[in-house]
């Protein structure tokens, strides 16, 4: 199996949906049987049935209505990846771009016009890739100037799928933390890349 190193600064415009809602969750402490893995073999078995955050889907940036979160998640039949993703994943324009979806807003702070809530604060994030494992180089809050939202990064999965054209499919968890209220909206981002270029962000 080929491994490559993919090391450098990725510019991504970013598609996006963001939910805006405070609210109460239970907390499972449960602990999961096993941890999913990909194959450890080139062959991508039977895994060409993907119809949400395809290819096209994640280079274009077209596509922006909700998806089930299954979608980020790695599938079962995954081959290991072909690519290493070792650096900055940085996105850029979040201040203008993205999209927002208000679900419910029981205290009007949003409204119709533009507002900062409804944008994500500047990500510039590091990684280093082991196997299959994507891990944030800085793990816990971070602090982003921003006036209404902090970030937490956790680790990520990547893995090879059929339907991706030899790009590697990488996806990892993220929650926006209000500042001064720490309500917490937890969310995935996922892109594609390889040697030399990478597809827009999605979350």
Known sequence: MKQHIFSFVLTLFVVS???????????STSTPTSVPQPAATDDLLNNDTRSVLTFDDLFSGLST??????????????????????????LSGEAI??????????????????DPRKHLPEFRLEFIQDGSYLIPVQQGLSYTGHAYWNYIVGP????????????????????????NANC??????TFLFNDDSASKVRY
């Open 17 to 27: 949906t963001i939910m805006t809602a405070c609210v109460s969750a239970a907390v």
């Open 65 to 90: 209505a909700a998806v089930d979160d299954s979608a980020f998640a790695l599938p079962t039949d995954a081959a290991m990846p072909d690519h290493i993703f070792e650096g900055q994943l940085e």
């Open 97 to 114: 771009n993205g999209g927002f979806s208000e679900v419910k807003d029981i205290l009007s702070l949003t409204g119709t016009a533009d």
């Open 156 to 179: 990520g999965r990547v893995w090879q799928e059929n339907g991706d054209n030899d790009y590697s499919r990488a996806a990892f968890p993220f929650a926006l933390v209000q500042r």
């Open 184 to 189: 917490t909206h937890n969310g995935v981002m």
